[in-house]
């Protein structure tokens, strides 16, 4: 029985970390998507962010200055995909498609021709990252039964990004639905004409959303580089934001539902690594690549079957123009 | 004043009432898109506190000359006054800073946002939401109730009638202090009784000083609502008149720019048997809506049988089950004798060759495909017909034969059998439709919105068209809008209200305000 608890503590701890760029990253959809810009370059985006984080901090050795590299960079990408759809009207997913190769592609030449370590930046000391922060009161509440230990095992113990990332989702949450601005956001993806008509300017709008995305997209590549890991692995964004993308259609493009779905795919891919190799009742040993597989095989399956009513901004994926 | 055939219209105008103040003043507009130009040297002069209607046909410009104004298009040339100032509107955003108000034809509105939030888009009253609302809220509830603009402002929109989201548009531009209104073909989607209210509210808006532009088609209207009303033709102002003392037929023959037959002559011929019989026909739509509920009615031969009905009633769901394009859910249909049960092997190409012939609402999605040829479209669902091909190649050199004939027979212009029809303006894309289906030789011919966006002059040969087809005995069913359409064209009308038949008359003693009260489900007859 003990021992179980400790199982689904260590579990919803992983979660939690698996789960943090997912958050950042889908609530950057939110904000893109809503104002009725396609954003698949999420996953480009966390990856370069997480290069530039690493390579900055290695090269300053403070992880603050890395981390507004890292959002600098994100943003600059998100300019670019705004360039090329926005002020060109070009197609939102040939565009964030781009951005994805080029980050794939970018970050290992620069980190080969920079550090010539096989695309990796150098491993970053503790001082140097964002490293886990205790609460007070913790060898006093350690004696608490159960919410005790949940207290001092799932809650304290993370790096300040993963507080953000919490944050991030209300804020996300008060700024669409609270505010001036997320109404003529919503109104912006749901009916441009609407808002042009209005005397607001459309471009200005969409312009102001993704380099919101861009910002959280930047913490996100810098949690996975200088927080949560010490230093930048080629391709180590690993379809994080594609599940993140997932998980705000699955949250229907709403802060508060795509958290709890970033959770959900969080808690999967833990439970695939806890599950490797051990022999489960009836089946067996369940080979390791379906474990790796399996979060993607639900991201499918509650696609497919959850929220088939799911309804995208009215808007999304088209360009505004004016003269027809 | 009569046929006033100058180039800017500054005579007219001199010869109006002396007026004390123009609100708004156009000068030299001119707008090119590419190598089309939209407006010529317009000169347009409102007087504060009046009505004023622009009337043209489609493509005249109407639109064009409106969106200048609001600041959505600029002008290539030319110069702005209002209240005698000369003014920069550059975007929408100074217009509206400078007192005009624009309700577009196609609603700008949000339709998941609820009444409030889209009547206070664009002056929400404060950064944060909460404390913005309860003063917009103040501000709008005022307003509703000096001029009558009566709204739901909890309702979500795409749950509203068109009627109210066009109050929700009034308050909007109303909200956002508008003292020149311009509104663009605003009664095109309204129920005559709809439209009674419209003019109501537009009437206690003149009353308190506001000056509003009419964009319009309805010759009627203008008639019914204007002070004073400029004519535009081909990108130019042709003509300005002052309402009381001019005439539907002068208006229309100076947009035409040449006398138009406005009433149609009914060929007398006695009906037929029956040859198109819908019994009890019911149909679930994808969202698993029941959009027609028990549909009964019989269409004999040399007989034109009006639907009528605010759009979106099940009318065009009716027209895709007789055409064949949807499937028959419940019900029985009989065409020429041959019956048709639900789920029964029944599509388009059947309906062919059972003698209906379809001429559909929206010509650019089904009537037509636009990149193709005139002599492509015009044999189109016609095309597996031995005339048209030698076996398994189409035959060009009688196609074109046959195209030639088409488009000299219907006066399609231009005369080309190889110009891409989406080249063509509206009225001869329709004409070129109207001319495929009716060469085919129907006994049944099926007509959706027949004269939609489609010109005077056009409407005119289209109607002799279809009373020429109706002469030969042809059973038409006429679905429209347009309840002039309906009344003039039709024998026989049946009105339709959420997916129900809700009367039946006879044309000859049908009224307006009949049909419209049951269009809009208050009487059944």
Known sequence: ?324 | MKNTENKGGNEAIASLPPSTESAIELKNITKRFGHVVANSHVNLKVRTGTIHGIVGENGAGKSTLMNILFGLYKPDSGMIFLNGQAVDVNSPEKSIALGIGMVHQHFMLVPTFTVLENAMLGNEGSMLLRSGEEVVLDRLKGLSNNYGLDVDFEAIISDTPVGMQQRVEILKALNRGAKILILDEPTGVLTPQETIGLFDILRSLREQGVTIILITHKLKEIMSITDTVSVMRGGKVVADFSTEKTSPEELAENMVGRKVLLSIKKPTLKVGKPVLEVKNVSHESKDGVLVLKNISFDLKEGEILGIAGVAGNGQSELLDILSGIETLQRGQITVNDKTILPFQDWNSKKAREFGVAHVPEDRHKRGLVLPFHNYENSILGYHRNEDYSSGFLMDKRKILNFVDDLVENFDVRPRSSSISSGKLSGGNQQKLVLAREIESNPNILLVGQPTRGVDIGAIERIYEDLMKLKSKGTAILLVSVELDEIMSLSDRIVVMNQGTIVGETNSSNATELDLGKMMSGLEQV
């Open chain 1, 1 to 324: 029985m003990l021992e179980s608890f400790q199982i689904i503590i260590s579990l919803l701890d992983s979660t939690i970390r698996i789960a943090t760029p997912l958050i950042f990253c889908a609530m950057a959809g939110i904000f893109s998507e809503r104002s009725g810009i396609i954003d698949i370059g999420l996953e480009g985006k966390m990856l370069l962010s997480a290069f530039v984080a690493a390579t900055a901090t290695f090269v300053t050795g403070s992880p603050i200055f890395g981390l507004f590299a890292a959002i600098l960079a994100s943003c600059s990408a998100s300019l670019i995909h705004g360039f090329a759809c926005i002020t060109n009207k070009g197609d939102q997913v040939i565009s964030g498609l781009a951005i994805n190769i080029l980050a794939s592609g970018l970050t290992i030449t620069l980190g080969i021709a920079l550090f010539s370590r096989g695309g990796q930046t150098p491993p970053l000391a503790s001082e140097q990252r964002f490293m886990p922060i205790d609460f007070p009161f913790l060898d006093q509440l350690s004696f608490v039964p159960v919410f005790g230990e949940l207290f001092v095992e799932v809650i304290s113990g993370h790096n300040i990004l993963v507080y953000l990332s919490v944050l991030a989702v209300f804020f996300t949450y008060y700024i669409i639905f609270k505010t001036r601005f997320g109404l003529r956001l919503r109104a912006v993806g749901e009916k441009p004409e609407a808002v042009d008509t209005a005397g607001i300017s459309v471009i200005k709008m969409r312009y102001q959303s993704i380099l919101i995305a861009g910002m959280l997209c930047g913490l996100a590549g810098a949690y996975l580089s200088i927080a949560h890991g010490a230093g930048f692995g080629r391709e180590m964004s690993a379809g994080k934001g594609y599940i993140a993308l997932a998980a705000m259609i699955f949250g229907k493009w709403n802060p508060i539902p795509t958290l709890f779905a970033c959770l959900l795919f969080g808690f999967l891919e833990a439970l695939g690594v806890r599950l490797e190799g051990v022999e489960l009742i009836w089946i067996g040993e369940v080979p390791v690549q379906v474990m790796q597989a399996l979060p993607y095989v639900l991201t499918v399956v509650l696609l497919a079957g959850f929220i088939g009513k799911a309804r995208a901004p009215g808007a999304i994926g088209v360009p505004y123009s004016k003269e027809g």
